[in-house]
């Protein structure tokens, strides 16, 4: 907090500070300024009063813009700190986003690769499946096949033996019939 060192020859120096309100700094001021010009006035010299008078208006005006230039200069500063603040603010944040990324990508990544995995190891078990299958399949029908086969054997050995009978029957028919006679 800046302040401003107001003084009198006659008075001790007074310190106020910008905290003060302005009625009561412009009032006392105005009642300094009085009791100075009837100092002066008292004392009969006119022309110094006037150039104290000016001079304390100068002096014045001079505190001021101090004062305005010095709170303006605060502000900015304030400003310019906010602004870094706010910049070094937003790279950390980048930064911490940055390295978030990174890390779901390779999350991602992972994640993709065991999928990948996945999907072949489903594949090999599917193929592995189908060759399981194929194979009880193949099994089945070789076994069919073979089963077919002895079923044709003994079906063609009862043609040759229903054959044989059929033969039989007819000699024996011839016999009988001679026989008859």
């Given amino acids: 907090m800046s302040s401003v060192i107001s003084h009198n020859k006659d008075q001790p120096r007074v310190r106020k500070t910008l ?49 305005l230039s010095a709170r303006k200069k605060a502000e900015e500063e ?42 072949k190891g489903r594949a090999e078990d599917c193929s592995s499946n189908m060759l399981e299958t194929e194979k009880k399949e193949s099994w089945s029908i070789k076994k069919r096949i073979t089963d077919l086969e002895e ?3 003994v079906k063609a050995e009862l043609n040759m033996e229903n054959q044989r009978l059929k033969d039989e029957n007819g000699a024996l028919i011839r016999v009988i019939t001679k026989l008859s006679k």
Avoid: C, P, W
């Avoid at 105005?30 to 002096?59: C, F, I, M, P, Y």
């Avoid at 603010?89 to 911490?96: D, I």
């Fill in 78 to 119: 304030s400003a310019n700190n906010d602004y870094k603040k706010m910049y070094e603010k937003a790279l950390a944040t980048n930064h911490r986003l940055k390295s978030r990324l990174e890390t779901s990508k390779q999350e991602l990544a992972m994640i993709q690769d065991q999928l990948q995995r996945t999907q």
């Fill in 19 to 67: 905290s003060d309100s302005s009625t009561s700094s412009t009032a006392s001021t105005k009642s300094q300024k009085h009791e100075k010009l009837s100092r002066l006035s008292s004392s009969g010299s006119s022309d110094v009063s006037n150039d104290s008078s000016t001079n304390h208006a100068e002096s014045y005006f001079l505190r001021r813009e101090n004062r």
């Fill in 151 to 153: 079923q044709l054997k």
